[in-house]
């Protein structure tokens, strides 16, 4: 039972190709710090592989066949790619599905005020996060405005090293009694995640100048008014590039690992295949994740539903029965992270279920937490196939729980797929410092998890 170091396994070729994977990944995760931003970039991925927009596809009447390559994006948030296999759609799909939000700031749709002298932005935080780990330390500004007149604005502010950045300030140790007195839950409060913006007042401006200079700038950059932030996405995240981490480099220091790890390496696995695959191979990549799978760009919505049906259609005769049996029929891997054993906090984790960095891509039978609340639980049998197909693929894998009964737990998109009927069971990557704004995976385990998703698509 005891599962293998992966490094250990590796020719000097497949270091090779391990280092361009996690090159490849660096960029991916630096320009998608938003889910936003992960669909621009998933777009401009796939169109160089000779993928389609299926919205243009239905609006000229084609007709689709085994090997055509198309994606479908709901609202700019989500976006799912397809291959086209030899066997029908009724014969299901083989899916690999992550999520591409990540914790965070969200700026308030009213943000911007000043006090004493200092320019603020009001946030609300978005996902799990603990709230003192994002307070002293520099954060960008990334998102979209949009203005009454249809214009978009993005907007890109603290990655350039040219940029200033931003930040929420901590106090200081000398008058921090109190504060050190209280539950880590409340040492930093919600309300209290109020961005630095700015500190120089406006010259000849009477009310507010410090606010007043920072509107100019907006105004005189962007072309956007204090209004404008009513109808503003604009997300506070850590600034800064992904680096390398470990004296020995193994593994990678980034911000949204947690799923943007498991989101490129599904990503990559599809683009991978160039051959018609028996089964038609979809990567989902869907937001809302964070905070339920919620909303119309949530996993909950109908949008992946939506796109096998048009998909049915534009294969031949659709009906609601094929539709039916093609999602029932469906094999997938909910593609999300898992907790990384970290010996600093042995007391949360029981190591013999639990994930280890290095020892290749994990697989979570269950989720959910007290009793295997909120979880999808994978049938044995669907275990045992896939075991095969990982050993068959030489993949390095292992299997895991998240942390100890009773300490905590989290839930994924994959009971929202499994309502079908289809077969799911959750595959990830171990991190470790999940969810707060510096995350830590092993560049190997990205690699085998890049590995184990083209082995389930072609061979499921």
């Not at 004493?116 to 780990?133: N, P, S």
């Not at 385990?445 to 389930?456: G, I, N, Q, S, T």
Request: aromatic residues 8%; charged residues 25%; glycine residues 10%.
């Amino acid at each position: 039972m005891e599962r293998k170091i992966a490094w250990n396994t590796y020719s000097d070729e497949e270091l090779s190709k391990l280092e361009a994977v996690s090159a490849e990944y660096r960029g991916y995760l630096d320009n998608g710090k938003t889910e936003r931003e992960c669909v621009t970039e998933t777009i401009l991925m796939a169109e160089k592989k000779g993928y389609r927009n299926l919205t243009d596809v239905i609006a000229n009447g084609e007709k689709l066949a085994a090997g055509d390559c198309v994606y479908s994006d709901c609202m700019g948030k989500a976006i799912m790619l397809f291959k086209l296999g030899k066997q029908p759609l009724e014969k299901g799909i083989n899916i690999v599905g992550a999520h591409i939000d990540s914790p965070r700031m969200d700026l308030k749709q009213n943000p911007l005020y000043e006090d004493t002298g200092i320019a603020y932005l009001d946030t609300h935080y978005y996902g799990g996060i603990k709230k003192y780990q994002w307070v002293a330390l520099p954060l960008a500004l990334h998102g979209v405005v949009a203005k009454k007149d249809g214009t978009i604005v993005n907007i890109v502010i603290g990655e350039d090293p040219a940029d200033p950045v931003v930040g929420i300030s901590d106090l200081l140790i000398h008058l921090a009694g109190d504060q050190m007195g209280k539950k880590a839950s409340v040492v930093i409060e919600g309300e209290e995640l109020n961005v630095i913006i700015g500190g120089r007042p406006l010259k000849d401006e009477e009310k507010d100048p410090v606010k007043a200079n920072m509107l100019a700038i907006l105004k005189e950059k962007y072309d956007i008014e204090e209004e404008d932030f009513l109808s503003a996405e604009i997300e506070v995240v850590p600034a800064g590039p992904t680096r390398d981490f470990g004296l020995d480099r193994s593994m990678l220091l980034g911000y949204g690992h947690d799923d943007r790890v498991c989101a490129y390496a599904s990503l990559n696995a599809i683009l991978s295949i160039d051959e018609t695959p028996e089964y038609t191979c979809c990567c989902v990549l869907a937001d809302k994740e964070e905070i339920g799978s919620v909303g119309a760009t949530g996993m909950s919505a109908k949008y992946f539903e939506n796109a096998v049906a048009e998909l049915i259609n534009a294969c031949g005769d659709y009906s609601d029965l094929i539709l039916r049996r093609a999602l029932t029929a469906c094999r997938m891997l909910s593609c999300d992270v898992s907790a990384g054993y970290d010996p600093n906090f042995a007391g949360a984790f029981e190591r013999k279920n639990s994930a280890y960095l290095g020892k290749g891509v994990c697989f979570n039978k269950y989720t959910g937490s007290r009793g295997k609340g909120g979880s999808n639980d994978a049938n044995a049998e669907y275990i045992g196939r896939l075991r095969k197909l990982m050993d068959d693929a030489n993949v390095n894998f292992q299997t895991a729980e998240l942390g100890k009964v009773d300490q905590g737990g989290g839930g994924t998109i994959a009971y929202i797929c499994a309502a079908y009927g289809m077969e799911v069971i959750d595959s990830g990557v171990a991190v470790l410092s999940m969810h707060a704004p510096w995350e830590i995976i092993s560049k190997a385990d990205l690699y085998e998890a890049v590995k184990a998703y083209r082995a389930f698509m072609l061979n499921a």
